[in-house]
């Protein structure tokens, strides 16, 4: 790392023997792009020296990747102007490329660019058309930006509170360890080196970066540095897991470890409980239960707005009570004048959760009269399943009829 950033800090210096500052102003961009990534930045001449101020580099998509050298250089200076647009605003500036082609795309007369290529060209022409040749041996700071510098030769995903040193020596005296090296895995092993001279961990580089194979007294301890970060659900924490490290049936121990994490357990709703709908058994005696409910507000005929509805739940007879009003008073009077006074006191009433029904006044009266009250689980009106399809009825008919 020290050797780059010395080859970066090198790269700033030399541009001040390309580019004088009296000549082409105080900003500069130069652009890379490799088949991985694209990188530019973004320099200013202070003191003498192109100093940087700010960059930005943009790991490519599968289909940015098949793109031609042309189209991945255009595309390295498109997100680089995008960028630094707050910075090169009204302001005199110079693009430097390492591919000879983009200088004279600004001047080519005929019209032969794809539409994408015309977006990048025409979003890079708002700021500056000045586009400079640089040699690639010359563009080291936008070069290191572009590639992937960590690959499969270096140790990367490093996560804190592992010993990777005890690791490598504890791969040695592991036989699963050694196991992964047979061709039957499909991985692809290959020996890294954890620091300039420490020692090497065998590791996965099958998905284009490096897993170290864990032995198994590391297992456990891998998983805690992983999952106690933020206690995740289990199947993040397999995720990350699996993304970082390898071994032997490493997604179904993660898995497992992760129902049995007492924190867990102890922290989080693991379930939710739901209570199983209760059927209600049919009574013997006729109009000992009966559903009640309202209906309205219908059109007014004669200065009735409303009915409470009123059914029996053995020998399923209904009434439909013409009502002014629908207040816990008048519903009350309705209730003992038209049913009980005709087919008596019923032993138990079914209504929903209206306001005439959980008032204290309703409460009062079926105390008194020895009726047992049950009231319907909010927002679920298949609980006071019956009075509500006998309103289906009710209305069909009424709007047939009228």
């Not at 008032?359 to 008194?368: F, G, H, P, Q, R």
Request: charged share 20%; aromatic share 8%.
């Amino acid at each position: 790392m020290d050797t780059v950033l010395q080859d970066v800090n090198c790269a700033f210096v030399y541009l001040d023997d390309i580019l004088p500052s009296q000549a082409w102003g105080i900003h500069l961009i130069t652009s890379d792009a490799s088949d991985q990534a694209v990188g530019a930045v973004l320099e200013q001449y202070v003191d003498g020296f192109w100093q940087p101020l700010a960059f930005v580099s943009k790991q490519l998509r599968p289909l940015e990747q098949k793109y031609s050298t042309f189209d991945r250089e255009l595309l390295a200076l498109y997100p680089g102007i995008r960028h630094f647009k707050y910075f090169l605003e009204e302001r005199s500036f110079t693009i430097f490329t390492d591919h000879k082609p983009l200088v004279g795309a600004m001047s080519k007369a005929s019209d032969l660019w794809t539409a994408r290529q015309q977006r990048h060209f025409a979003l890079i022409s708002e700021f500056s058309t000045e586009i400079r040749h640089i040699s690639a041996k010359d563009n080291v700071a936008a070069d290191c930006l572009s590639r992937n510098t960590t690959g499969t030769n270096t140790l990367d995903n490093v996560v804190l509170g592992i010993d990777y040193a005890a690791m490598a020596r504890a791969q040695t005296q592991d036989t699963d360890v050694q196991a992964f090296q047979t061709p039957i895995t499909g991985l692809t092993i290959r020996p890294i080196q954890i620091h300039n001279s420490g020692p090497v961990l065998l590791c996965d580089v099958s998905l284009g970066h490096s897993r170290p194979i864990v032995p198994r007294t590391f297992q456990r301890k891998v998983f805690e540095a992983i999952h106690n970060l933020a206690h995740p659900r289990r199947k993040s924490t397999v995720k990350l897991v699996a993304n970082k490290f390898v071994w032997h049936g490493v997604k179904k121990r993660v898995n497992k470890w992760t129902q049995e994490y007492l924190i867990c357990q102890t922290s989080k709703i693991q379930s939710h409980v739901r209570s199983s709908v209760i059927k209600i058994s049919v009574p013997a005696k006729k109009f000992s239960h009966i559903h009640v409910d309202l209906v309205g507000p219908l059109p007014p005929s004669e200065g009735f707005t409303h009915l409470l509805t009123i059914i029996d739940r053995t020998k399923r007879w209904p009434e439909a009570i013409p009502m002014v009003q629908t207040s816990t008073t008048y519903c009350a009077i309705a209730l003992i004048r038209h049913w009980i006074a005709r087919f008596g006191v019923p032993l138990d009433m079914t209504s929903d959760r209206e306001p005439q029904f959980t008032s204290a006044l309703w409460n009062e009266v079926a105390n008194k009269l020895g009726i047992q009250v049950h009231r319907t689980t909010a927002y679920h009106p298949q609980s006071n399943g019956l009075v509500e399809r006998f309103h289906r009825i009710l209305k069909a008919a009424l709007k047939a009829r009228l």
